[in-house]
Structures are given as structure tokens and as C-alpha cells.
């Protein structure tokens, strides 16, 4: 959206104020016109119908007008204004998860404050042009402010805004102070580094595996593409002289043109693999380079051309080649465990790949295909102990998802498979984790937390692993000792899921540090906006700290998305070993005045 707005001799009884204004305009709407027109069109509508409208309603903006493409918006208070757009925003990126990128809606947003005059409905004046200007330099996704804007939320809002100096604005006859925020912005917590910051290089060897293209014919060949990958991640985080990037944080790059340096230094690496796998009939190509980021030098590559039953020596020779390459002594356990794969069975391993990557996508319809695929891998090999661990996890998202009619027989069901996972591959560090889900669940604390203690025994780059450990250690009222891991997970995933946002906060709460725990909530709903339980917690965090309106405004949105939220509901399920523990929650809740 490009406004010109031109000012006329000004009359006697011109009216002006002061008001916040909001410029938004969607990225590449001519493309996403001419690739589909309908679609787009529906797709504006429906941002605007279930999200956007609604948000400038709530915090009390007027849309002035609508230009096709773009919003232009007044706001009596620039507070309510920032917060409007950073949750437009936040919302958006949830909408378009799952959208391909080429079909997503994506806004630039600007906000400045300044003196308008107002004309009928319309509004005109240099600050409206000063808002237009910022939405034009904003990032996709992003929002740009002005230095006013600025000084009057910094210390009434929890958002991370990076100063960008000062910016020449087209047609805007004096430098403009401009500061931005996107999703990636966020303040350091407990001595974490934000994203803005470089991460410092580990006192090991530190790699990164980074998915392999699939250069199969066949699409559908990604799974094991991707299977592939995972497994030389897994192969190597086994080794405790190394530090390995977790899946996650390195799957965030599929399908990206990557520029390596770059990836380096945002995962706080000095060694990137990366690769491809083409699979044709009983064949197979891979070729994998190890890259030494800082000079792009290569330090080791190879090409593979070997029958389909050769899979587990060819990974088994890329992990040794790149332990050969670090320089890095195995010790005599870490020999005997990596490169074990569990199955020398090609089609078991193949459902699992398969199912392991339907179970991640954690929904309904694929968890029940990963269920019959898992199945099909046990009847395969009886003796598979990963493929019961990825089985009794699909009847772990029936129990928690409410998805199956006896959630209580699926949780019982899925314990036993666990179990019996662990008795068959007990030097699998997922096998435990498996395990320990199910134990916390059933409340056996100290039983979860052992599984977890050998998860990490077994592979101490195993970032979920960690993660869990500490959530399980905060469960058990041991908070103090959750941190810990949960900031070397948080290291060895630096992309990590949001909701290790929620556990750090649970924990900080537990300790009576409720300033950090409102930051690392704040920024967890920046990422989830629909989750009810951080916005249960951020509640009482603002009760403790006397912040009895801000309390009561996360309560109403706490009812909007969930109206059948119960805090008895909570107490029930949550698996608290000291139920003090969830009572402060409720005491913060009610330090706030609200109906619990």
C-alpha cells in the first residue's frame, strides 16, 4: 500500500489531534493476485473476519480505510496500538504455519504518533505519511515504530524493539528514529543470549547436520531423505566430546537456500554437514560435505553409490568419517552404541522413518496413520524397540488429546509399550524419554526422572531429552535443579519449540522470580497466542506482582479463547507432586482479584 495524501490550504475550523496511526500492507499482493486471485481475496477475508478485525476492536482502533492491499488505522492510545499489531502479527505467523509460502499472507506494519486532521472519516497530515513510510522499510512479518512511538511503550509493554538509528523516509523531509520488532526478537533471560546476539562457540567441536535434499524423481521419497539426516544427528550426539545442533533447531532450514556462514553463527556452530539423497529402484546416492564455516573450507566430502540394503554402513561410514575428520576419540561405550540403528530390517526402519514423521506433525489423522505404520514395523521386527517407543507416543497424544474413547486404556496401553520398547533397546536414549513421558503422567516422578537421567547418559547432546529431564525435576518441585538443563537444552536447540518458553517460566515461578518468568511468558505468546495455560500463569505472575488490571485483562482473553477453562480442571491434570505447588499458582490468581 502507497499513499500519497495531499494536504490543502488549511481553513479556519480545521480539525486535528493527536492519535496513534497504523499503516499495513500486504507483501506481494500484485503476485498473490495474479497466482490466484479468488484465493487470495477469500484468505484476506477471512485474516480479517477471524483475527485482525477483532484485535483492533478489543484494544480500541478504528480502521480508517481500506486500500485493496492494506489498513489504514487510528488509535487513541499508542500502547493499545503496538500491542494490537505485535499480536496481528504473532497470529499471522501462526495462521500461515502449514501455508505454502508462496500462498501466504504476510503484512509489513508501521506505527507512528503525530497530529492528524481530520476529514470526515478520512485522516491526512505528516503523520499519517510518517506511518506509511515505516510500514514501507518494515520486515515481512514485521512492525516499525517511530522514536515517539517508541518512547511511550518501551516500559508499558513486554516486547524487544531493535533500534535501527535514524532512517531517511521517502518524501519525509527530516530522518526518522526507528526501532522494529519481528518474531525473532527477544531479550536475554537468566544469562541466554537473545537472537540478536552471536552465539559463543562451544570448548568442543560443535556441528550442525542440516537436512539432506531429496533429489528422488518421487516427492514422497522425503521421509527418508529426512530419515537419513535424523539418523547421522542421532549417531552423533552420542558422543560427548562433540556438540551437536539439535533436529529441530536444524530442520528449520529444509528447503531453504542456506548461506552457510550465516547458519553458523545463528546456531553458534563451527562445522556444517550438509547433503542430498537420491533413491532410485534398489539404489542409492548420497553425497554429504562437512564445511568448515568461517572459511567454507571443505574438510571432508563423499559420494556413495550403493544397493538400498547398504543404508546403515553408508551412515555408519559418514559419522566415521566425520569423527575422523574433528579428531575426535570415541570412547569404548560410545563405540559399541553409535551406528546401532536397533534393526538390521530395511522395511522396519522405512515405517518408522515414516511414522516418526507422521507422529511429529501431532495431529489427529496422521497420528493414526503413524499408529498403523509403527504396527506394520513391529510385525516386521518383533524385536525393534524405537518403533514401540514412536507407538506408545501416538497413544500418548490419544490420551492427552482426548482423541481416543478410553484415553485411560491408551495411556495404560502406551506405558506398556514404552516399557517394552525399553527392554528391547536400552541403549536408545528415545526409548526413555518414551518411558518417562508416561511415568510423569502417572505421577511416578521419581521413576521419570530416572528414565530421563539415562536419556542423557546415553546422548548428551539430546536436547529434548534435557528439556524433559528439567520439566520432570520442576514437576517434582525441584525447580532449582530444572534450569540448569534446561538451558543446555535450550543451547543445543536454539530454534526450540515454544513451549520450552513455558516450563523455564513454570520453573522461575515456582522460585518466586516472577519478573522473569512474565518475560519468558510474554515471548512464549508472541510464538502461541492461543495457549490459555501461559496466560493461566502469566495471571498470577501479575497478581504476585501487584498487577492487578494487566491480571484481569489475560483472564478475559484466557475466557475468549477457552471458555471452558477450570482451574479444578487444571489441578486435576496438571502432574504436580506437591500440590502446593499448583497452589501458588491459585494465590497468585487470587492476589489479582479473579474468580477462582
Not at 574438510?299 to 555408519?316: C, N, P, S
Not at 515471548?523 to 493461566?536: A, K, Y
Request: proline letters at 4%; glycine letters at 8%.
Amino acid at each position: 500500500m502507497t499513499q500519497a495524501v495531499t494536504l490543502c490550504l488549511m481553513v479556519e475550523g480545521t480539525q486535528r489531534r493527536l492519535a496513534a496511526i497504523v499503516s499495513a500492507d500486504v507483501v506481494g499482493y500484485s503476485r498473490l493476485m495474479g497466482v490466484d486471485e479468488v484465493g487470495t481475496l477469500a484468505a484476506l477475508r477471512a485474516h480479517r473476519e477471524e483475527l485482525i478485525d477483532g484485535k483492533i476492536d478489543k484494544h480500541g482502533g478504528r480502521i480508517v480505510k481500506t486500500m485493496g492491499d492494506g489498513l489504514l488505522l487510528e488509535f487513541p492510545s499508542v500502547v493499545e496500538a503496538t500491542q494490537c499489531m505485535v499480536e496481528v502479527q504473532s497470529g499471522m505467523a501462526e495462521r500461515n504455519q502449514g501455508v505454502d509460502e508462496d500462498l501466504r499472507i504476510v503484512f509489513r506494519i508501521g506505527i507512528n504518533l503525530g497530529d492528524i486532521i481530520i476529514d470526515g472519516e478520512d485522516i491526512l497530515g505528516d503523520g499519517v505519511n510518517i506511518a506509511a513510510r515505516l510500514q514501507e522499510i518494515a520486515k515481512p512479518g514485521g512492525v516499525s515504530i517511530s522514536r515517539r512511538v517508541y518512547e511511550d511503550v518501551q516500559e508499558r509493554l513486554d516486547i524487544v524493539f531493535e533500534d535501527t538509528g535514524e532512517q531517511s523516509l521517502k518524501n519525509i523531509a527530516r530522518p526518522i528514529h526507528v526501532w522494529r520488532w519481528n518474531l525473532d526478537a527477544s531479550p536475554s533471560v537468566a544469562g541466554r543470549p537473545s537472537p540478536s546476539e552471536p552465539l559463543p562457540l562451544p570448548d568442543k567441536p560443535s556441528i550442525a547436520v542440516l537436512p539432506f535434499n531429496n533429489l528422488s524423481s518421487d516427492p514422497e521419497q522425503e521421509y527418508f531423505a529426512d530419515g537419513i539426516s535424523e539418523d547421522i544427528i542421532t549417531d552423533l550426539s552420542k558422543i560427548a566430546s562433540l556438540f551437536v545442533i539439535a533436529r529441530n533447531s536444524s530442520f528449520v532450514y529444509k528447503g531453504k537456500s542456506v548461506d552457510i556462514p550465516t547458519v553458523a553463527k545463528e546456531l553458534g556452530v563451527r562445522f556444517i554437514l550438509e547433503g542430498s539423497v537420491r533413491r532410485g529402484g534398489s539404489r542409492v546416492r548420497i553425497n554429504a560435505q562437512l564445511i568448515e564455516a568461517e572459511t567454507g573450507g571443505h574438510l571432508w566430502a563423499e559420494r556413495y553409490d550403493r544397493d538400498l540394503t547398504d543404508i546403515f554402513a553408508v551412515q555408519d561410514e559418514v559419522t566415521a568419517n566425520i569423527v575422523q575428520a574433528l579428531a575426535v576419540t570415541l570412547g569404548e561405550d560410545e563405540e559399541r552404541r553409535v551406528g546401532k540403528k536397533g534393526t538390521d530390517n530395511l522395511a522396519a526402519y522405512e515405517c518408522v522413518l515414516r511414522g516418526r514423521e507422521l507422529f511429529m506433525l501431532t495431529r489427529r489423522e496422521e497420528a493414526k496413520q503413524a499408529k498403523e505404520i509403527l504396527e506394520q514395523a513391529i510385525e516386521l521386527d518383533a524385536g525393534f524397540g524405537v518403533a514401540y517407543a514412536y507407538l506408545a507416543l501416538t497413544h500418548m497424544l490419544d490420551y492427552i488429546n482426548g482423541w481416543s474413547e478410553d484415553p485411560q486404556a491408551s495411556r495404560a496401553l502406551g506405558y506398556d509399550l514404552a516399557k517394552r520398547g525399553v527392554e528391547l533397546t536400552p541403549d536408545d536414549a528415545h526409548v526413555h524419554i518414551a518411558l518417562g513421558s508416561f511415568s510423569l503422567s502417572l505421577r511416578r516422578h521419581e521413576e521419570a526422572i530416572a528414565e530421563a537421567e539415562r536419556a542423557v547418559q546415553l546422548d548428551p547432546n539430546y536436547a529434548h531429552g534435557l528439556f524433559e529431564l528439567g520439566w520432570y525435576l520442576q514437576y517434582a518441585g525441584r525447580a532449582a535443579e530444572s534450569l540448569g538443563y534446561f538451558d543446555r537444552a535450550v543451547r543445543l536447540d536454539p530454534h526450540h519449540a515454544d513451549v520450552f518458553l513455558h516450563f523455564m517460566a513454570q520453573a522461575y515461578f515456582q522460585l518466586d522470580r516472577y519478573d522473569v518468568a512474565v518475560e519468558l511468558l510474554r515471548r512464549r505468546l508472541v510464538r502461541n497466542p492461543q495457549s490459555d495455560s501461559s496466560r493461566m500463569m502469566l495471571a498470577a505472575c501479575y497478581g504476585y506482582l501487584e498487577k492487578h488490571d494487566a491480571a484481569h485483562l489475560v483472564w478475559d482473553e484466557i475466557m475468549e479463547i477457552n471458555p471452558d477453562f477450570s482451574i479444578d480442571q487444571r489441578r486435576q491434570v496438571l502432574p504436580y507432586k506437591n500440590p502446593e505447588n499448583f497452589e501458588q499458582i491459585v494465590n497468585g490468581l487470587r492476589k489479582a482479584g479473579l474468580p477462582v
